[in-house]
Every structure is written in C-alpha cells, then in structure tokens.
C-alpha cells in the first residue's frame, strides 16, 4: 500500500490505541499515557515590548561561551518549569564571524541525555564539531568547537540539541537559540534595528509545566498551543514610520509551517536559510518550514498598529486522518505572533538599503551523482524498517534511522543531484546539516535561488536538489525537521568520505 493514506481504523490499530480511547478524547489520551492530567493551561501576558536574548559576541577571532541547559525558563512572561539555555529561553543569540573559532561548553542540567547542533551553518560534522552523534549525559558537559570557514556566508542560524528520539520534546520544552554569522557587506546594512525573532510552540499547563504530546499527535507532528516569538506571547515590535527593520524570522517550532503574513504590508525577503536571496523579494505571504529562517526589510506602511500573522497551512494531516483527534494540523491559525506599533510624524518610507550579491552557485558543475530519497510514511515502511507489526512507521528509504548504519557514502569534493520524494499525504521538510545545497526544482515559492538547508516536501510531491560535498568529510544525518518524524526515525547518515 506504498503512499495509500491509511484508513481511521488501520491508523488507529498501528498506533495500539483503541477506537475507545480516541472517542474519549484528550481527556482520555492523557489519562491513558499516564500524565498528570492538569487541563488548565497557562494564562500567558501578552503584549509587552519585543525583548532580545542576550547577545554573546566573537572577539579576535574566538567566541567561547557555556551553555547550560536546565529548567526553570520564563516563558510568556510566566514563571515556568520549561527549559532554558544559560537561564533563558531562547538561550543567548550567539554572534560569530566568518573565520572564527565558536567554542561551546554544553553542560546537562536536564534529566535525560542532549546534545547541541549548528543549524545550517557550513562547518566539520567530525569529532566536537557539529556533531549529531554526540550524548552529553545528565550532570556532564562537552566542549564543542566549531571552526567557521573564512568564506561563510553572512547570515541567520540557530542551535538546538539534536539527540536523536527527544529532539522535538527539548525544543518544545525551550531550548533553542538565535546563531548570527556577521561580516564582509553585511556588517553595512544600513537598518534601523536589526532583530532576531525566534519563533516557537508550545503547551503549558496552569501550572508552567510543558505539556507532552501523545502518540497520534506526535505522527501528525505536534503543533502547541502558545506561539511564542524569543519566549514572549505576541510582543509588540515598535518602529518609527521612515525607519527600515531587519527581521530575522527563525522557525523554531518542531512541526508548524509558519506562513507570515503582515497586515497592511509586503514582506520584503533579503535572505533564506542564512543565505542573501539574488535580489531582494517583495511577497504577501512568506512560508517557512520549521528550521527554515528568512530575513526581512520591514518599513512601516503608516502610523498604527499591524499583527504579523501565522495564516493557516494545511501540512496533509486533514486528509490523511482529519476529524480523528477533533481536526489535523490545519485546524490551528491564523494566529497573531507579534504586532508592528508604528508611530512618529508621517514620512515617507525609507529608501530599502542595498543587500549585498547572494552567494553563486557552482556554475555547470560535473555532477558526480544522482540518488534518490524517499520520505514515506505507514504500512510499507515496515518492510526492513524493523519495527514489527503494529507499529506505524515513518521512513527514509523504507528504513528508520540507525545511527551504525551508512545510508549514503559520498565523494568529498563532488557534486551530487538527489531526488527528494515524498509518497505519504504529508509535507516534509527535507533538511541536511553541514552541506546546504541548491533547490533545482519543484518548490514552487520555497525556492530561493540561493543555497537553503531546509526544503518543504509537498504530500506526493518531490524536489530536486543540488549538493556540493565541499569541505568537509564526516558523518552526519538528513532527516525530516517536523522533528516528531525525525525522533520517531525519519532521518538517515551521510558519509562523507576524503
Ligand atoms: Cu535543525 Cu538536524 O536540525
Ligand atoms: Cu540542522
Ligand atoms: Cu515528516
């Protein structure tokens, strides 16, 4: 039944819950997982002024810091038990440039294993690099050192722990945070403020403690509750009409498609994934898939106030089994994530600064290889998938990940096609740490010109993708970043061999 939608009754069965149990409805899923069941949540205060993380800055080439991950973060502008890098959530906005050492000590204040991953960053995936294959155990530390290339381009990045089955849970639970490469032509961007907004979902009892997911949730990829941008419920981002803005949007959610909108204006797109677009890109509606980042000129359309919007976008779950937990995915949104308060005496808008040339992809390259990837979701997943009947299984080339195995053994130097198909009735979002590549078709808007490291799959649909292995040999993984899927397998390795 490769790509069949599977039916309510066949979904329920692999999943080992009873039509019983989904007829009670959350009341029942809780109970049955045996979780505290407080079903109050979180009243969050809204509306105050956008804040910034903390900023830790490179000086002289070296930018060397402590993250510690523990509880006890304030979110929503709350006392809570979700956790927090260094006491915050987002942790602290690191700042490197191009050619510097980013030495990290990791220290696991948290109950169970983590680790910590460069998103998007062109960087060694060996030994304490951005290594996804690193376990920091509760009470210990590790030292992390990541060597930016001179050549890196200037951009918006983040980091977030990457071990494999509770990626999404430690997310969820806060701990994420802003990574800025600076430099070359970007240090001249003539904006008015430059602002991360780091955006994330969750779910918070009455009581501040974050509230896990259950099983079917977890296949659809959960979607909280509370929409946060830098740990605050809908801040207010103040502008002077004149005065330009640059936005750094990071989706931090684990499963949510942000689709942003901002009231009374176009959104006016500089860069993707850390990556300047070939010329700036005025859009109504601009997507981003989690993990996915963009960078916005925003210049107030007049005096007033203007909600920036996550507008509804349906991921597939609807018609793979809508209705079944009270409506998939979709049901959620639109949702106001944070308000533009402009003000100031009428002036005309500002002239939009000149973004510096995007980063060329390799012209006509020997393309070394061609490969396929399939994301497949359901029964035939199981084939070799080792998961034994009853279990629903999400897959990478009818496998789930094992960290021993090679999935994919890769030529340092080379350049490479692949294929991404998605049979399933889902999106996914294809992301390959330490080697971003080129979006050769098939992606209609998410298609930036520019190199990404995230791609939106669509249900039944592919892309086609153009990698340059350069750099750096090692190991690392590619994997669905609706980080659900990940933990529950959907990733694989990629062995880069000199
Ligand atoms: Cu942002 Cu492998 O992930
Ligand atoms: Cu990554
Ligand atoms: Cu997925």
């Given amino acids: 039944m490769t790509g069949q939608p599977l039916s309510r009754r066949q979904a329920l069965a692999l999943l080992g819950l009873g039509t019983a149990s989904v007829a009670a409805g959350t009341v029942g899923w809780a109970a049955s997982a045996g979780l505290p069941t407080d079903r109050t949540r979180l009243r969050p205060e809204s509306g105050a002024a956008l804040r910034q993380p903390q900023v830790l800055a490179g000086r002289d080439g070296l930018l060397d810091v402590t993250l510690t991950a523990a509880a006890g973060a304030r979110l929503a502008g709350r006392d809570t038990s979700a956790w927090g890098f260094n006491g915050t959530s987002p942790g602290p906005t690191l700042r490197v440039r191009p050619g510097d050492l980013l030495r990290v000590r990791l220290a696991n204040r948290i109950d169970q294993p983590t680790n910590l991953h460069t998103h998007g960053l062109h960087v060694s995936p060996a030994g304490n690099g951005d290594n996804p294959f690193v376990t920091v155990d509760p009470g210990g530390s590790f030292d992390y050192a990541i060597a930016i290339p001179a050549d890196h381009p200037a951009g918006t990045f983040w980091y977030h722990p990457h071990h494999h089955g509770t990626v999404a849970d430690q997310i969820f639970a806060g701990l994420a945070g802003a990574l800025l490469v600076d430099g070359g032509p970007d240090v001249d961007l003539p904006v008015t403020d430059d602002l991360v907004l780091l955006v994330t979902d969750t779910t918070l009892d009455g009581t501040g403690r974050v509230v896990p997911p259950v099983p079917m949730t977890r296949m659809m990829g959960r979607e909280g509750e509370l929409l946060l941008v830098n740990g605050q ?195 996914h979002p294809f992301h390959l740490h330490a080697w971003p590549f080129y979006v050769l078709t098939g992606a209609g808007a998410a298609r930036s010109g520019a190199r990404q490291d995230v791609v939106l799959v669509p249900a039944r649909g592919s892309v086609r993708l153009r990698i340059p292995f350069t750099d750096y040999a090692g190991r690392s993984v590619y994997h669905c970043h609706i980080l659900d899927h990940e933990d529950l397998g959907m990733m694989a390795t990629v062995n880069v061999r000199g």
């Fill in 233 to 427: 419920h809908q801040p207010v981002i103040t502008s002077a009409q004149g005065a330009v803005q640059r936005w750094r949007v990071i989706n931090g959610c684990t499963s949510r498609v942000l689709a942003l909108r901002l009231v009374g204006h176009r959104l006016t797109q500089i860069a993707l994934d850390g990556a300047y677009l070939p010329a700036p890109v005025d859009r109504d509606r601009v997507l981003l898939a989690p993990g996915n980042r963009t960078d916005l000129l925003v210049r107030p359309a007049g005096r007033g106030s203007y909600p920036l919007r996550a507008e509804p976008y349906d991921r597939g779950g609807q018609s793979m089994m809508g209705g079944m937990m009270g409506g998939g995915p979709a049901s959620t949104g639109p949702a106001t994530l944070a308000t533009l308060a402009a003000s100031g005496p009428s002036a005309p808008p500002a002239a939009l600064p000149p973004t510096p040339p995007a980063p060329r992809p390799p012209p006509d390259p020997v393309v070394a290889g061609h490969r396929q990837i399939t994301f497949a979701m359901g029964m035939d997943g199981m084939r070799g998938g080792g998961m034994g009947p009853g279990a629903m299984a999400l897959t990478i080339n009818g496998r789930t990940f094992d960290p021993d195995r090679d999935d994919q053994t890769v030529q340092l130097g080379t350049v490479e096609d692949w294929t991404v198909v998605n049979t399933s009735p889902m999106d």
